[in-house]
């Protein structure tokens, strides 16, 4: 399985301290795998999924049986609320 990178996640993880940083690239790689702690969400998210690493999350989309994309990266306590504003956003402007 493929996983593609956001430039956000890109940027978010480039950001971290270096032991954080090496635990997301370890749990992305597992990920394409189909290991992790990977969980489907609920409600307006409900075509998403989140990947769980330390106190961080990763908000993944399944494009194709083969390939993930992971959208958006933030620590725990904001990433659904940011995520879905972001998203209300883009739906807006697309109308």
């Known amino acids: 399985m493929t996983i593609?990178?956001?430039?956000?996640?890109?940027?978010?993880?480039?950001?971290?301290?270096?032991?954080p940083r090496h635990q997301l690239r370890l749990a992305l790689r597992a990920a394409a795998s189909g290991k992790g702690d990977?969980?489907?969400?609920?409600?307006?998210?409900a075509s998403y999924s989140r990947l769980r690493?330390?106190?961080?999350?990763?908000?993944?989309?399944?494009?194709?049986p083969n390939e993930i994309e992971c959208v958006f990266?933030?620590?725990?306590s904001i990433v659904y609320e940011i995520f879905a504003e972001e998203l209300r956003k883009k739906l807006t402007s697309e109308k």
Not at 6 to 12: A, C, I, L, T
Not at 13 to 18: E, N, S, T, Y
Not at 38 to 45: F, H, S, Y
């Open 4 to 19: 593609k990178l956001s430039d956000q996640v890109v940027n978010f993880v480039r950001g971290l301290a270096p032991e």
């Open 38 to 45: 990977i969980k489907v969400l609920e409600g307006p998210l």
């Open 53 to 64: 690493v330390l106190t961080y999350r990763v908000i993944l989309f399944y494009r194709a």
């Open 73 to 76: 990266a933030e620590h725990r």
